[in-house]
């Protein structure tokens, strides 16, 4: 008996688990968790970064050749280890406006509608999440578990695989993020909390306020009002840190910037990347953003376009969708007028590639509707 009691005491315990969820999407939650775990990694714990379910069309390669979300292999390259697909399992790209492939453990699995993905996969994927997180805890110290747009989506909570349900799965204590520069933070914080069930809402354990710029002081008062209203401290106000220069997981971080010049003039070169709906991998142009003599900006429509030095057609995860999208808001034309006006460099990569050339033969359908062809620019 003293034999078997002693084997288990010495029997590992899993990893520490930690969760960090937003109030809405782009409010910070990948670059708090990557802090986090950074200072954690720093103490000497072997931290590990995890998210079930991701969408994005900024894909990160892991070593043997696979595909996750962007922030885990950041957060993993922060925390000083090799990223893997068990940090992020399930990788939704979409392709259309209501469909995604859906790629599991970094390898294409299948392409399915929203209500295809809810309806048939989501009950599936528990087991799929779950042993990729336990291999995590058993490999590591502490696990960092990152949500996905809000916990309180009502709409979406009965198959969540990725906010509380998922927090509930691995018993995590969650830590919730807000932005301040958006506007509105208190009632973000305060209507998220009435949004979750009571067992939901008391695994929040601390509230984080992102992107603050100003005078502290002066928000103190609103945050001695939300602990006192709501019980749970504020751990953290971050500051607004507009040139950290991390890569962006998704075109969410675009919005807004469509036309928009450089804020710096007297630049030598002016790149117009055109931004369709579906565009991926725009992190690549994030090293022409960083040279000197260089403003990039994203164009959506031709009358934005004007006559710069190089127009980029990006990749895409739908070419022929896009390639209908240029044309209809008349880019053709537009880069026909530009290069006629003074343009020295029209490229395109992967899919802006293949819109450059004669023909798109598309005969099973596989970015259609229905096989087909279309004319290339």
Known sequence: ???????????????????????ASDVGKSLVTAAIGRIMTRDGYRTAPFKSQNMALNSYVTEDGREIGRAQGMQAEAFGITATTDMNPILLKPSGEMSAQIVVHGVPHTALSAREYREKFLPE?????????????????????????????????????????????????????????????????VGTLELLE???????????????????????????WLEQRTGIPVLGVLPF????????????????????????????????????????????????????????RYVSTAVELGTPDVIILPGTKNTAADLD??????????????????????????????????????????ESAEPGEREGL
């Open 1 to 23: 008996m003293e034999d078997q009691a002693a084997a288990t005491q010495r029997k590992p315990q899993p990893a520490a688990v930690l969760m960090i969820q937003g109030t």
């Open 125 to 189: 994927a528990k087991n799929t999440v779950m042993d990729a997180l336990g291999r995590l805890r058993a490999a590591y110290d502490i696990v960092l578990m990152e949500g996905a747009g809000s916990p309180a989506e009502i709409n979406l909570k009965a198959r969540d695989i990725v906010n509380m349900n998922l927090a509930g799965w691995a018993g995590a204590p969650v830590l919730l993020v807000a932005d301040i520069d958006r506007g509105g933070v208190f009632a973000f914080l």
């Open 325 to 366: 999208y240029l044309r209809e808001q008349g880019f053709p034309e537009a880069i026909a007028a530009a290069l006629n006006r003074g343009t020295r460099q029209l490229a395109g990569i992967c899919g802006g590639y293949q819109m450059l050339g004669l023909k798109l033969l598309d005969p099973h359908a596989v």
């Open 241 to 296: 840190l507009p040139r950290l220069r991390i890569e962006a997981e998704d075109s969410v971080v675009l919005e807004g910037t469509s036309g928009r010049l450089h804020a710096e003039r007297g630049k030598e070169l002016d790149i117009a990347v055109i931004r369709y709906p579906r565009i991926s991998n725009f992190t690549d142009f994030d090293p022409l953003e960083d040279e000197p003599d260089t403003a990039v």
């Open 198 to 224: 009571p067992h939901e809402r008391a695994r929040v354990k601390g509230f984080i306020i992102n992107k603050f710029r100003g005078d502290l002081s002066l928000l103190q008062p609103g945050l001695d």
